[in-house]
């Protein structure tokens, strides 16, 4: 069993950065994600990060957030710019290793306008 725990969300005024953290109790190779939840939205993913490094995006997000990774700490990272109030959500990392997925329990991010 992973547990995932999110942290780095909070409130932020339109325009403004944040960066979220997703450490892993253990080392586990795999696909790393975040996903968000806007309100009365589906879960929607916005980042993927493999375990060798290759990156995707959401259009919606692409040029705004970066995703990252530091195995040595099970940690991953996503660094949001330009926030939008369209952001607003609860964020969520996952971890996929082979047919096994784990997730985080939502870190909430909430940009005022």
């Known amino acids: 069993q992973v547990q995932l725990v999110e942290s780095g969300g909070g409130l932020v005024q339109t325009g403004g950065s944040l960066r979220l953290s997703c450490a892993a109790s253990?080392?586990?190779?795999?696909?790393r994600g975040w996903f968000r939840q806007a309100p009365g939205k589906q879960r929607e993913l916005l980042a993927g990060?493999?375990?060798?490094?290759?990156?995707n995006y959401a259009d919606s997000v692409k040029g705004r957030v970066t995703i990252s990774r530091d195995n040595a700490k099970n940690t991953i990272y996503l660094q949001m710019h330009s926030l939008k109030p369209e952001d607003t959500g609860v964020y969520y990392c996952?971890?996929?290793?082979?047919?096994?997925?784990?997730w985080g329990q939502g870190t909430q991010v909430t940009v005022s306008s």
């Open positions: 990060i493999s375990s060798g490094g290759t990156t």
């Open positions: 996952t971890a996929v290793s082979g047919v096994l997925a784990y």
């Open positions: 253990r080392t586990i190779v795999s696909v």
